[in-house]
């Protein structure tokens, strides 16, 4: 006789979740989705009839279509997510043209060059940077670039630019606390992990199910293509969408689903 604990189990969450690209091999390292849900999307026919009244009534249905989409669901984004939901790899690659965007207030007429690790480090001395305010009358108002070493802070309007991004500011704009915005080259050649145009193949998913009673579900995915429609990058995004087209090209079943008779347990 079945115990209470599995007359009234249910699922409870994702403690597994696997996706291999069936390319490479290679299965992906990430942290688990707060929610992974498979929409059937299935296109019913209804089959319609007559009753004993002469009422049209349902007497049957056909399953026309069947296009399951599973939608994974992350808490908060970052760019490895982002490349997936985008159907796209990541790879380390070398830049020559990145800029560093930089909004500060002056409240000083000196700022020391970033160390080793941190932004800004390995700006070479006086690059050709760009740097404005917002004038009194409101108009944007461009400052003027000064050789560092030679810097005359009572020329107004201006800055220059030091080793590892050091930065000297005029004397009317450390008096005016002025908001600058400042954009600035990169070292070249920097190293960064970048979105590449590199698209992703079919993937295959397996995901591991817990139920109340702690016995486990297994979801087998073996054939799974990247829907990147609806991907945008948003840094404060509460959660991100990952969405995969499942496929059920010389299958009856897109997708199958395994209750085990194992439990769960922790490692020691």
Do not use: H
């Amino acid at each position: 006789m079945s115990s209470v604990d599995n007359y009234i189990r249910k699922w409870t969450g994702i403690i597994g979740l696997t996706i291999t690209d069936l390319t490479s091999g290679a299965i992906r390292a990430g942290r688990l989705p707060t929610n992974a849900v498979i929409d059937d999307n299935a296109d019913i026919e209804k089959i319609t009839g007559t009753d004993s009244l002469g009422r049209e009534t349902n007497i049957g249905s056909n399953v026309k279509a069947f296009k399951p989409v599973l939608t994974l669901t992350y808490s908060g984004a970052n760019l490895d997510l982002y490349a997936l939901q985008r159907g796209r790899a990541v790879n380390r690659l070398t830049f020559d043209d990145l800029m560093l965007p930089k909004e500060m207030q002056v409240t000083k007429s000196l700022y020391a060059g970033a160390t080793t690790g941190k932004v800004g480090f390995g700006v070479a001395e006086d690059a050709v940077t760009k740097a404005s305010i917002i004038g009194n009358n409101l108009d944007v108002v461009p400052l003027t670039q000064q050789p560092f070493d030679t810097f005359a802070p009572a020329r107004d309007n201006s800055f220059a630019i030091g080793e590892n991004f050091a930065r000297k500011f005029s004397d009317d704009l450390v008096a005016a606390r002025a908001f600058v915005q400042i954009e600035v080259p990169l070292p070249t050649a920097t190293s960064a992990r970048a979105v590449s145009e590199e698209s992703l193949g079919a993937q295959s998913i397996n995901m591991l199910v817990k139920s109340t009673n702690d016995t486990v579900t297994l979801v087998k995915i073996p054939t799974a293509q990247i829907d990147p429609s609806g991907s945008r990058f948003d840094p404060k995004a509460d959660t991100i969408e990952v969405k995969f087209d499942l496929s059920g090209l010389g299958t009856c079943e897109p997708y199958k689903v395994y209750e085990l008779a194992s439990k769960i347990y922790c490692d020691a």
